[in-house]
């Protein structure tokens, strides 16, 4: 059964059909976890690093990160494990902690997978070599460098918990050209994006930790059932004028907006402003998560303090949120978080309760069941 779903897995692999391999190796995994016969360690590794492959392939990288992390772990590797397995998890874990900016990290792993083939006789790839290449050159650049900051920036996110996919990182932290282009001229990189929040857009090079300074981030506020203005059908959404502080409350973004808003219109209708106030005073506060979470958000709770309690699997202490969807989780080890929508910024939602079960509704058919 096991061996038939990790053959049925390596097909699917092999005609790119990644999200079917990732299927069938959990599938297996999940049989090796069920069996009640004693399976060797080194199948659930093979399928670990398999399913890992095919996460690196389908963009999925937080988890493919996950796997890697249990196959190389003393838990799974052995005097007796596989070399030529080892190998290859040490190198694709090096290429996936830098495409994370974490340099020195890879390094250690791409020494360790030089060492392994050394042992076992098989000779470096010019492609491997090219790995060894960017990252010494990553690692060693100066503290003043563009470089650095956006290599600064982007470990900051990911400790915080934020979920910045494979697509975007390249881009980090602007959003994709495409996207760029559609913000037109009004858009400005330099004061519009994610940010150190300190007075020269940098950490505080006297901190232990980078990761420790505060950033600024880029918020767009969505009321999709709020109309302010009489002559036109478009739902409200505004974007902040610049990054907002991981420290403010989202309360804080609310506070007058909406009745502020409808005001600008000339002689805005009495519908207009009354449903202003009731977004104001009653709107419930909504944010999405990657996996499609739905969490209710308390006005006083800071953004910083959004992402911890978002953050899955929880991490001690973390603020506990209500979430509306009615579907569980698929899986209680899945990655997940508050995503950097468009690799760049992130999405408030408010609704008044009176149309709160119809956005829910309306949410949940539009989330794809991911499976795996």
């Not at 519009?192 to 980078?210: A, E, V």
Request: hydrophobic residues 35%; contains cysteine.
């Amino acid at each position: 059964m096991i061996d038939s779903l990790k053959e049925l897995g390596n097909t699917e692999f092999r005609c790119k059909k990644y999200r079917q391999a990732i299927q069938l190796y959990t599938q297996a995994l999940d049989s090796v976890d069920s069996a009640t016969v004693t399976i060797p360690i080194e199948t659930r590794r093979i399928l670990l690093a398999n399913r890992a492959q095919a996460f690196i392939f389908y963009g999925i990288i937080h988890e493919a990160l996950r796997d890697l992390n249990h196959a190389l772990s003393p838990q799974y590797t052995r005097q007796d494990s596989s070399k030529t397995l080892t190998a290859k998890c040490r190198y694709r874990r090096a290429k996936l902690l830098c495409t994370m900016a974490r340099y020195h990290e890879a390094q250690a792993d791409y020494s360790e997978f030089a060492k392994v083939m050394g042992e076992i006789g098989t000779e470096i790839s010019g492609e491997e070599l090219k790995l060894k290449e960017d990252l010494d050159c990553r690692a060693a650049a100066g503290d003043d460098t563009g470089r650095r900051r956006r290599d600064e920036l982007m470990r900051a996110i990911d400790t915080r918990g934020f979920i910045l996919r494979q697509d975007h990182r390249a881009t980090f932290p602007l959003p994709p050209q495409e996207v760029q282009e559609r913000l037109g001229p009004d858009f400005y990189p330099e004061s519009m994006t994610i940010s150190f929040d300190t007075l020269d857009s940098k950490p505080d090079r006297n901190l232990p930790d980078p990761n420790l300074t505060p950033i600024s981030i880029p918020v767009t506020i969505r009321a999709p059932y709020f109309y302010p203005n009489p002559h036109s059908q478009a739902p409200f959404s505004t974007r902040e004028e610049e990054p907002v502080s991981e420290h403010e409350t989202i309360g804080s973004l609310i506070e007058n907006l909406f009745t502020s808003t409808a005001a600008f219109y000339h002689n805005p209708n009495k519908e207009s402003m009354h449903s202003a106030v009731a977004h104001e005073r009653d709107g419930v506060v909504i944010m999405m998560s990657y996996r499609g979470r739905l969490f209710k958000i308390p006005r006083k709770t800071t953004i910083k303090d959004v992402v911890a309690g978002a953050r899955w699997p929880r991490q001690p202490n973390a603020p506990t949120f209500e979430d509306l969807r009615r579907a569980p989780r698929k899986r209680s080890d899945e990655i997940d978080g508050i995503e950097l929508s468009m690799g760049w910024m992130i999405e408030i939602y408010i609704v008044t309760k009176d149309k709160l079960a119809s956005f829910l509704d309306r949410l949940e058919s539009g989330f794809p069941e991911f499976g795996i």
